[in-house]
């Protein structure tokens, strides 16, 4: 499942070796790296939440399985290190641009620290994963209520991945008709207009291991146990939109135009450690560590904007099946089946 990309279980591509120079150029990079999946996570967070725009009547219920994928684009596959501000030095013996967790790199730019020219930290930028799409399954529920409204649920439990990490999302969104309120579109019974909006927000943790380097010649704690490292990633996304759909006998064509956004919250929780090079005392000018305790926390805006979206609906008896494609940052796919009734 493409899932576990972000809850470790691609090894290598989550370490984040790059705390080892400070917690600043962590942040800066880790931001970088992670980038193209918080965008397709909150690409897929925004669609999925309807298959018409006619609200059940009070009492009537929908529960549909289904799942959303976004692709990253090919722009979103490395990113530019050398135009970065970093604290270390850059190592261009490869190409200046580096992987994104979606992309792939044989060759990857190095980055190195010193103080009064002694060496304390290198590394290699990590590389991705190759996958540059992202599929987010999810169960939801709606509800009609009273006056032409629908509420909706959407849940995943957290699930867990051995010790890798784990996985979850829950959500929450409506829908009210306004053709209801408009005598002439009342009277047209294969169209409904309604307004509809959502919220949804996942979490994943991804476990990781990053010890000390050989390049220390200090060790202050060399029993140390660093297996609490995770990397943790909450994406919220919520949307806006006018839908309209229009039914003829099983079939159900709708759109919607809209407005959607994502927030993005990053953490490396855990204890790392950061190197440094002893500046007095008996073992001066030797490259030693210390311990940081959630060294990288990164709040910031996902994406923010117009949301367009179209699709169709099959109705057999209380079954549906239903596509749709939804356009807002990136490009996403959505496919359900599901029952309904009233």
């Given at each position: 499942?493409?899932?576990?990309?972000?809850t470790?279980?691609s090894?290598?591509?989550?370490?984040?070796d790059?705390?080892?120079?400070?917690?600043?150029?962590?942040?800066?990079?880790?931001?970088?790296?992670?980038?193209?999946?918080?965008?397709m996570?909150g690409?897929?967070?925004?669609?999925?939440?309807?298959?018409?725009?006619?609200?059940?009547?009070?009492?009537g219920?929908?529960v549909?399985?289904?799942?959303?994928?976004?692709?990253?684009?090919?722009?979103?596959?490395?990113?530019?290190?050398?135009?970065?501000?970093?604290?270390?030095?850059?190592?261009l013996?490869?190409?200046d641009?580096?992987?994104?967790?979606?992309?792939?790199?044989?060759?990857?730019?190095?980055?190195?620290?010193?103080?009064?020219?002694?060496?304390?930290?290198?590394?290699?930028?990590?590389?991705?994963?190759?996958?540059?799409?992202?599929?987010?399954?999810?169960?939801?529920?709606?509800?009609?209520?009273?006056?032409?409204?629908?509420?909706?649920?959407?849940?995943?439990?957290?699930?867990?991945?051995?010790?890798?990490g784990?996985?979850?999302?829950?959500?929450?969104?409506?829908?009210?008709?306004?053709?209801?309120?408009?005598?002439?579109?009342?009277?047209?019974?294969?169209?409904?207009?309604s307004?509809?909006?959502?919220?949804?927000?996942?979490?994943?943790?991804?476990?990781?291991?990053?010890?000390?380097?050989?390049?220390?010649e200090?060790?202050?704690?060399?029993?140390?146990?660093?297996?609490?490292?995770f990397?943790?990633?909450?994406?919220q996304?919520?949307?806006?939109?006018?839908?309209?759909?229009?039914?003829?006998?099983?079939?159900?064509?709708?759109?919607?135009?809209?407005?959607?956004?994502?927030l993005?919250?990053?953490?490396?929780?855990?204890?790392?450690?950061?190197?440094?090079?002893?500046?007095?005392?008996p073992?001066?000018?030797?490259?030693?560590?210390?311990?940081?305790?959630?060294?990288?926390?990164?709040?910031?805006?996902?994406?923010s904007?117009?949301?367009?979206?179209?699709?169709?609906?099959?109705?057999?008896?209380?079954?549906?099946?239903?596509?749709?494609?939804?356009?807002?940052?990136?490009?996403?796919?959505?496919?359900?089946?599901?029952f309904?009734?009233?």
């Open positions: 499942m493409q899932w576990t990309v972000l470790g279980a090894g290598q591509n989550t370490r984040l790059f705390v080892y120079g400070g917690t600043g150029d962590a942040g800066v990079i880790l931001q970088e790296y992670l980038e193209p999946y918080a965008r996570i690409s897929n967070l925004t669609a999925g939440w309807y298959n018409t725009a006619r609200p059940h009547k009070l009492g219920l929908d549909t399985a289904s799942v959303s994928w976004s692709r990253a684009p090919l722009a979103a596959l490395t990113y530019d290190i050398s135009g970065m501000e970093l604290d270390g030095t850059i190592e013996s490869a190409p641009e580096a992987p994104t967790i979606a992309g792939e790199q044989e060759e990857r730019p190095s980055i190195y620290y010193t103080e009064e020219g002694i060496e304390y930290a290198r590394f290699t930028l990590p590389d991705g994963t190759g996958v540059d799409f992202f599929p987010l399954p999810m169960l939801q529920m709606t509800v009609g209520l009273p006056f032409g409204t629908d509420v909706s649920a959407r849940f995943v439990p957290m699930i867990g991945f051995g010790n890798y784990e996985i979850g999302l829950w959500g929450v969104g409506g829908k009210h008709s306004v053709s209801q309120w408009i005598p002439v579109i009342k009277r047209i019974r294969p169209l409904d207009i307004l509809q909006g959502g919220y949804t927000r996942v979490t994943s943790s991804s476990h990781i291991t990053v010890e000390p380097q050989a390049i220390v200090v060790d202050p704690s060399p029993a140390f146990n660093w297996d609490d490292q990397i943790v990633q909450d994406v996304g919520w949307t806006v939109n006018l839908i309209t759909s229009q039914t003829l006998a099983f079939i159900t064509f709708y759109q919607g135009i809209g407005y959607a956004s994502s993005v919250e990053i953490r490396a929780e855990g204890h790392y450690p950061v190197q440094f090079v002893i500046p007095s005392g073992d001066e000018n030797k490259t030693s560590y210390e311990i940081v305790n959630d060294p990288v926390t990164l709040r910031y805006q996902n994406f904007n117009i949301r367009l979206n179209a699709g169709a609906r099959l109705k057999m008896g209380i079954f549906t099946l239903h596509y749709d494609f939804t356009h807002t940052f990136y490009s996403t796919h959505s496919v359900g089946i599901g309904t009734f009233r």
